[in-house]
């Protein structure tokens, strides 16, 4: 089975994006000279699993962000034609977390970046998530888009590490307990 990591960035209230996806709040404390570790993150990866809202978002950033190929996670869009700039970069599907893992498993897929609030919600709830790096911002926003959700049991964490960065943000590793 693959393993499947989270590397994503909160609001210091626990949210990803404002309700309507915005993450200028996001983009506006974002240092080129800090290196916050994605890089080495993404190093080892060999697709990005994502969910509708952060395809929807890496969109609007002008040229496609990603090298890896990505799996677009999403009823609404299981039909949809690929985008012909996309068509050897990503592709789309509406199954579920497990069964995308046992799929990806069987193509030789070794490691996943997951990608996405309720994309990573859903790998949370379904025990596949391996470990997460979150990275605090500081600032509130009130409210918005939830990084986590309900649960149906509690989820054990082991913080790995943490550290700060000048800007104020803070980054901890933390790593699922079995």
Same mark, same amino acid.
């Given at each position: 089975?693959?393993?499947?990591?989270? =590397? $994503?960035?909160? #609001?210091?209230?626990?949210?990803?994006?404002?309700?309507? /996806?915005? $993450?200028? @709040? &996001?983009?506006?404390?974002?240092?080129?000279?800090?290196?916050?570790?994605? %890089? !080495?993150? $993404?190093?080892?990866?060999?697709? $990005? +699993?994502?969910?509708?809202?952060?395809?929807?978002?890496?969109?609007? =950033? /002008?040229? @496609?962000?990603?090298?890896?190929? +990505? &799996?677009?996670? #999403?009823? *609404?869009?299981?039909? !949809?034609?690929?985008?012909?700039?996309?068509?050897?970069?990503?592709? =789309? %599907?509406?199954?579920?977390? *497990?069964?995308?893992?046992?799929?990806?498993?069987?193509?030789? +897929?070794?490691?996943?970046?997951?990608?996405? /609030?309720?994309?990573?919600? %859903?790998?949370?709830?379904?025990g596949l998530i391996d470990d997460l790096v979150i990275t605090s911002v500081p600032v509130l926003i009130g409210s918005g888009r939830p990084l986590f959700g309900a649960l149906l049991q509690d989820i054990d964490l082991?913080?790995? %590490?943490?550290?700060?960065?000048?800007? /104020?943000?803070? *980054? #901890?590793?933390?790593?699922?307990?079995?």
């Open positions: 089975m693959p393993t499947a990591h989270v =590397f $994503i960035a909160t #609001s210091l209230d626990g949210f990803i994006a404002r309700a309507d /996806g915005d $993450i200028g @709040w &996001l983009l506006e404390r974002d240092d080129p000279t800090e290196d916050h570790g994605y %890089s !080495a993150f $993404i190093a080892d990866k060999d697709l $990005i +699993v994502m969910g509708r809202g952060s395809y929807e978002k890496a969109l609007t =950033f /002008g040229e @496609w962000p990603y090298d890896l190929p +990505v &799996l677009v996670l #999403s009823k *609404q869009l299981a039909d !949809a034609p690929v985008p012909e700039a996309l068509k050897d970069k990503l592709r =789309f %599907s509406n199954r579920t977390p *497990q069964d995308t893992m046992d799929d990806l498993a069987r193509q030789g +897929v070794r490691r996943v970046y997951v990608d996405g /609030g309720r994309l990573v919600q %859903s790998f949370l709830r379904d082991k913080l790995v %590490s943490s550290r700060s960065f000048p800007s /104020g943000l803070v *980054q #901890s590793s933390y790593r699922l307990v079995p």
